[in-house]
Nanobody
Framework: QVQLVESGGGSVQAGGSLRLACAAS????????MGWFRRAPGKEREFVAA????????YYADSVKGRFTVSRDNAKNTVILQMNSLKPEDTAIYYC??????????????????WGQGTRVTVSS
């Protein structure tokens, strides 16, 4: 089992940047492929980015490709989502998730086993 805690959310103007972090505790972090999802007000949760267990492979939603970068540091039990060129439509609660079954990257939210509590990101125009 793993516990996940997100941090780094906040308010920023369009064009700005934020760096989200997800700290994991519990079972060995490198056993899990990791993902980031978001839920905007009034919308369904959607996939944002994912990274494989080793960190060598990543995958992004088309809406964030070229602006967001996902990475992980297995020695520090942390996964990072660097968000640049933020847009108002990026406003959402962002969640990190861990999948213990696949090497990743994993896109489908139903395949993830553990979730953090979320961190809020607000982008103003």
């Amino acid at each position: 089992q793993v516990q996940l805690v997100e941090s780094g959310g906040g308010s920023v103007q369009a064009g700005g940047s934020l760096r989200l972090a997800c700290a994991a505790s519990g079972r060995t972090f490198s056993y899990y492929s990791m993902g980031w999802f978001r839920r905007a007000p009034g919308k369904e949760r959607e996939f944002v980015a994912a990274v494989s267990r080793s960190g060598e492979r990543t995958y992004y939603a088309d809406s964030v490709k070229g602006r967001f970068t996902v990475s992980r540091d297995n020695a520090k039990n942390t996964v990072i989502l660097q968000m640049n060129s933020l847009k108002p439509e990026d406003t959402a609660i962002y969640y990190c998730a861990a999948d213990q079954n696949a090497p990743g990257p994993v896109i489908a939210s139903r395949l993830y086993d553990y979730w953090g509590q979320g961190t809020r990101v607000t982008v103003s125009s």
